[in-house]
């Protein structure tokens, strides 16, 4: 059976209070957690919509790639993040098949997911992310 699935949707923003206070006020959805991963360069505040999550990204530096997106973009939607059960094999399977990968490695990510992105060039226009998440118990659903 695969596992593939929306995993999360992520908004880059300038400003994680303001922006979980938007979504709090206006969607009563509450934070689950701030996570900085330091390997992204992001402050990461993951909330709830019920079947996925949406991740709010506040860069931690302006010469992170979140950083850089926020300057020349400004804020708005930033990827979105397929989970899958075996990110080696499927990114060998997009090598192969000749998609334009960012990462042909696995990245450290927020939960300790392994995490890596495809080129929008390749997934019709959109930043997209591969996640296994972390095999530690039952800390995710
Ligand atoms: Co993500």
Redesign the pocket.
Known sequence: MSGTRL??I?IAVRSLDEALQFYKDQFGLECLEIEEVTE?GVR?AKLDLGNTHL?L?EPLSPDTPVGKFLQTRGPGL????VGVDDILSKLDCLKSAGTKLIDEQPKL??GGAR?AFVHPKSTGGVLL?L?EPAQHGASDH
């Open positions: 995993d999360h992520a992204q990461v991740e990204l930033h990827h979105i993040c990510g927020a995490i992310e996640s």
